[in-house]
C-alpha cells in the first residue's frame, strides 16, 4: 500500500478532503480557514494521495529559536503542526514517509531540530515518533487546554 502513496505539495482543491481528515482525526479540529492559512513560503503542507484521493497531510514550518541563536547554531528548528491520516489508513507507513518528506524540506531550510506537541493521553502518538526518533524533551503543563502536552525533539544533523 505505501508504495502507491504520493506524497506532494497541497493544492486549494485539496482543502475539503484534508479537512474531513482533519474532523475524523482530533476532537478539536482546527477549522478549515485555518488550514487555509499554511501556504509556501510560511509553512510546508504536504498531502499524501492514493490515486486521486487525499488520504493524509502534515503541515510544518522553520521556525526562529532564541535559545538556539543564543548558543550560536543556526537558530533554525523545524515545527510539525499538525498530520493526521484517515483512520482506517493508519499504521500503513504513509504518516512515516509523509514526516520523512516534511523532515528533508527542513534541511533544505538549514534546520538542526525538529519540535513538535503531542497531547500525553495519546500514547499511540508518543511511540509512533519515538519509533521515528524523536525524544521526550519536556511536558508543557496544560497546553491543549484541558490537557497537558508533551514536547518532542529530533535531531537531523
Known sequence: MSE???????RPEDLEEVYEIERSSFPDAWPKSQLRLYRPPQ???????????????VIGKVERSLEDRLFFSSGKVGHVLNI????????????????AA?????????????????RDSNLGAQRFYEELG????????????????????????
Do not use: H, N
Open 102 to 118: 516534511l523532515e528533508e524540506l527542513f534541511r533544505r531550510e538549514g534546520a538542526e531540530r525538529v519540535r513538535l506537541e503531542v
Open 134 to 157: 524523536y525524544r521526550i524533551k519536556k511536558r508543557s503543563r496544560l497546553y491543549y487546554g484541558d490537557e497537558d502536552g508533551i514536547i518532542m525533539e529530533k535531531d537531523l544533523r
Open 43 to 57: 509553512a510546508q503542507f504536504l498531502v499524501a494521495t492514493l490515486g486521486e484521493e487525499v488520504v493524509g497531510y
Open 4 to 10: 502507491r502513496i504520493v506524497i506532494r505539495d497541497y
Open 84 to 99: 493526521a491520516v484517515l483512520p482506517e489508513l493508519r499504521r500503513s507507513g504513509i504518516g512515516t514517509r509523509m514526516m
